[in-house]
T-cell receptor
């Protein structure tokens, strides 16, 4: 079993939909949780960063962490075609190496 | 430049040859990381440099892989005697305040 599990998709939604992306993990020591967005042939770009449990909102994006269930989510409201990318969750116990999920490919069609 | 720069962007090499991949981190970023991204495998940690501390090499897959960071800035990842399974995108990231990283666009390595 991988430390971090993520559904690879693809997830295809119409423009304006609410998108829910999720990861589960097995290591209860993880404290920092990140979501990265990766466009084709580009490096990952940090979207959201959360420490411990709780919610964090930034514009159309909301990140949730439920440490009791070892489950994290990223919600995208009013999705746009420009949101079409691969979304990677990542987490770490401290501040050094990140453990990544395999990524979920999202397609938002007009 | 403002971002993390990696070169070359693409590299095709013959099996058995050595390759060097270069990373120029953001100026002032003390932490530097190398990851490998294979199709459908997600990002795999390779090595981590933090300031003057000894690097964390725990992710290097074999002794054919090595990395150095000169003067706390530029880093080079070297793969000796390349194998076909080494084909992947090699990503470098730097950080001033881990675990918030900035990634480069990567080097796409193809071993034929």
């Amino acid at each position: 079993q991988k430390e971090v599990e993520q559904d690879p998709g693809p997830l295809s939604v119409p423009e304006g939909a609410i998108v829910s992306l999720n990861c589960t993990y097995s290591n209860s020591a993880f404290q920092y949780f990140m979501w990265y967005r990766q466009y084709s042939r580009k490096g990952p770009e940090l979207l959201m960063y959360t420490y411990s449990s709780g919610n964090k909102e930034d514009g159309r994006f909301t990140a949730q962490v439920d440490k009791s269930s070892k489950y994290i989510s990223l919600f995208i409201r009013d999705s746009q075609p420009s949101d079409s990318a691969t979304y990677l969750c990542a987490m770490t116990e401290n501040t050094d190496k990140l453990i990544f999920g395999t990524g979920t490919r999202l397609q938002v069609f007009p | 430049g403002a971002g993390v720069s990696q070169s070359p962007s693409n590299k095709v090499t013959e099996k058995g040859k050595d390759v060097e991949l270069r990373c120029d981190p953001i100026s002032g970023h003390t932490a530097l990381y190398w990851y490998r991204q294979s199709l459908g495998q997600g990002l795999e940690f390779l090595i981590y440099f933090q300031g003057n501390s000894a690097p964390d090499k725990s992710g290097l897959p074999s002794d054919r892989f090595s990395a150095e960071r000169t003067g706390g800035s530029v880093s080079t990842l070297t793969i000796q005697r390349t194998q076909q399974e080494d084909s992947a995108v090699y990503l470098c990231a730097s950080s001033f305040n881990p675990p918030s990283y900035t990634f480069g666009s990567g080097t796409r390595l193809t071993v034929v």
